[in-house]
Structure formats: C-alpha cells, structure tokens
C-alpha cells in the first residue's frame, strides 16, 4: 500500500539562475485534481555549493539566486519556510515528522525546508535528500526544467496501479524551436525513442527501493538507478512529460558526451554485479531505421563518429583522473529563450490561479 503522503526533492546547485520558474511548474503539477488531497505537502531543496562563509540569512543575489527564488516562491504561496545549514559531517536525519507539523489539510505544497551545504555534487544532494525526506515517497526534480500540470498525477497513479514497482520516470522532452542550432538537433534524436532506463530529470521513487545510498562520483545517477532498483521494477510514464533545454553549444554537446561514455565505463568497471540482470538501455534497432528520416542521416553519422570521439577522450582522461572529473554543469542548458519561456507560462500561472 502506498503512503498518501510524499515528498518532493530537488538537487540544486548554488549558481542555479532560474529555478523560481521550475518552482512554479511544480507547484501547478502538485495541485492536479488527480492526486490525493494532502498527498504532496512537503518540499525540500537541497543547496550545494554555498560556501562556508556564505551568511544564510541574507544571501547576496550573485552568490545564491536559487536561495532568493525559494524565498520569493514560499511568501507568494504562503508556504511555510525553514533553512538549514549542513557541515560536511552532517549524520543523515532520520526522525519522521508528525502530520500535523507539516501544515495544514489541504491542496499543494505546505512546507519548505532548504539544506544549504558547502560540498558539491548531485550524487551527493540526491543522497542527502533521500535521507531527510519524510515521505516514503520521493519525487525527484532537476532545478533546470519545466513539469508538465499532470506529470506528478501520471507518476502517482502508475505507482498505485503498479505496487510491484520501485522506480516511475517521466517522459523527458526537449524543447526544440524552427532555428535551434545542430548541437541541440542532434541532442534531440535519442529522445524519440524508449531505451527502456529511467530518465533522471523527473521520477518517483519509493524510499525503501535502495538498500544503500548511491555512490557520489556517479556520473550517471538514472543509469545507476534503473540497474540499482531494477530493471523488473522500474518503468516509464510515457504520459507525464518533462521539459529541458538541450545543450545548445559545441563545448557543451561533447562535454555531456564525455560524461555519458565516462558513465557507461564507470558502471561496467565499478558496478558490474547490477548489469547481471541485463544492460542499462536497449537499442530498438528496428524503430532507430523506421523513425530515423532520411535527411537525419547525416546527423545520425555526425553523432555517432562525435561519440567514438568522446569515448576516446573520456578514456584517456580517466587514466590521468578519477571519474568524478568528468563532471560539470552544461552552461547553455540553463538558456530557456523567451520561446520555450512563452511554451511553459500556463505551467507557472496554473499554480498561481488556482
């Protein structure tokens, strides 16, 4: 049986420029009149990179935006906010708070707690957040993207129906424009097609679907998740979208290469008992030859020969370096133009009519 109370967690980096917009489209998905009334009541936020001189109570603009963004989204929507600091030894909480200190009956989020830690790395924010939630259900959300109003609803019903499962991820699409540049074009192709893991920008997750936390030099962390939870109990809710920009430079496509072929080899190096059951993704060759246009092919080439590139680059790197230095953020996925900003608007003003 499932709890009708869950959480909704979001690894955030401190440089994060525009995460009060993410906000406003989660908040819209959690009061979809297809969930539980009082199901989605907490919301934690765990800040990494906020440095240790960095005074909490009044953050400047430049060195935390994200922090400001939740503190205007929490007063606008009257939502009850608390702001932790965590040290480098901060043992995991693991006390369940009461029902009634998370705020009252009612649609949408009631509370907002924020940890604000000094350390980097989503692997390890993911980690902290999965020990502070209370519910046992964790929603996990990328700081960078857009939900679509019913996504959570799609997730949540999946789950019931499905009790068996650990893992539901959402569909992930890509925002794509008449004059978006080659980079993002051909970042957009796999997307078409279901590889059979979970996408990691939008998914829900029992908390008791992972006996340990999950290693923090992970490159990939829904690679390691689909494998970790299960092939058997993970699935796709191809009906709950999530929407992200793709990176829209040379420097940034082949440095999220890198980092995916770094992935791969860190998985079958370092986790190999979890690729027992079967690989991370499947290859539909034949839906690849009937999805594919032909006037693709040529990017499909260009993608495949940017790939052998990257595999070798991440290669020769990893014999110098550990995994983890194949990690970092992709500037110009955090470019939404006003477009794509203008494609999302009644995500963000749904939350705020209703």
């Known amino acids: 049986m499932i709890d009708d109370m869950f959480s909704l967690t979001i690894p955030c980096r401190a440089d994060e420029p525009d995460l009060g917009s993410m906000l406003e489209s989660l908040l819209a998905a959690s009061l ?6 009082g199901c989605v009541r907490e919301l934690l936020i765990c800040i990494n990179g906020v440095g ?34 965590l040290s480098s030894a901060e043992p995991a909480q693991t006390q369940k708070q009461s029902q009634s200190s998370l705020g009252t009956e009612g649609p ?7 940890l604000l830690a000094a350390w980097r790395g989503k692997p390890r924010a993911m980690n ?9 259900l964790l929603l996990f959300c990328d700081a960078d993207v857009r939900i679509e109003p019913q996504a959570i609803a799609y997730l949540y019903a999946r789950m019931r ?20 540049g080659i980079w993002s074009r051909m970042g957009a192709l796999p997307y078409r097609f279901n590889f059979g893991n979970a996408g990691g920008r939008l998914f829900l997750m029992r908390k008791d679907a992972l006996s340990a936390p999950m290693p923090e030099d992970l490159l990939l962390e829904d690679a390691w998740l689909t494998v970790a939870v299960g092939k058997q109990r993970v699935c796709k809710a191809t ?6 920009v793709l990176p829209q430079t040379w420097h940034d496509y082949f440095a999220e290469r890198v980092r995916a072929e770094g992935g791969k080899m860190q998985i079958r ?8 059951n079967g690989p991370v993704a499947e290859y539909p060759w034949a839906e690849f030859l009937r999805r594919i246009r032909m006037r693709e092919y040529g990017l499909v080439l260009l993608a495949l020969g940017i790939r052998g590139l990257a595999r070798l680059w991440a290669w020769r790197r990893l014999r110098r370096a550990g995994f983890y230095s194949l990690y970092r953020p992709f500037v110009s996925t955090k470019r939404w133009s006003a477009a794509a900003r203008a494609a999302t608007r009644p995500f963000g003003q749904s ?4």
């Open 32 to 37: 979809s009149s297809q969930l539980p009334s």
């Open 52 to 85: 240790p001189a960095q005074p909490c109570p009044e953050p400047s603009r430049r060195s935390c935006p994200p922090l400001l963004a939740v503190r205007d989204f929490c007063a606008r929507h009257a939502i009850s906010l608390r702001e932790l600091r």
């Open 269 to 276: 190096r370092q986790h190999a008992r979890l690729l027992e």
């Open 351 to 354: 939350g705020a009519q209703q």
């Open 128 to 136: 902290t957040l999965w020990q502070w939630a209370y519910g046992d």
């Open 239 to 244: 009906q709950a979208q999530v929407f992200f």
């Open 108 to 114: 949408g989020i009631r509370t907002c707690r924020v």
């Open 161 to 180: 129906a499905e009790p068996q499962l650990g893992l539901v991820a959402a569909r992930e699409v890509p925002m794509l424009e008449p004059k978006t």
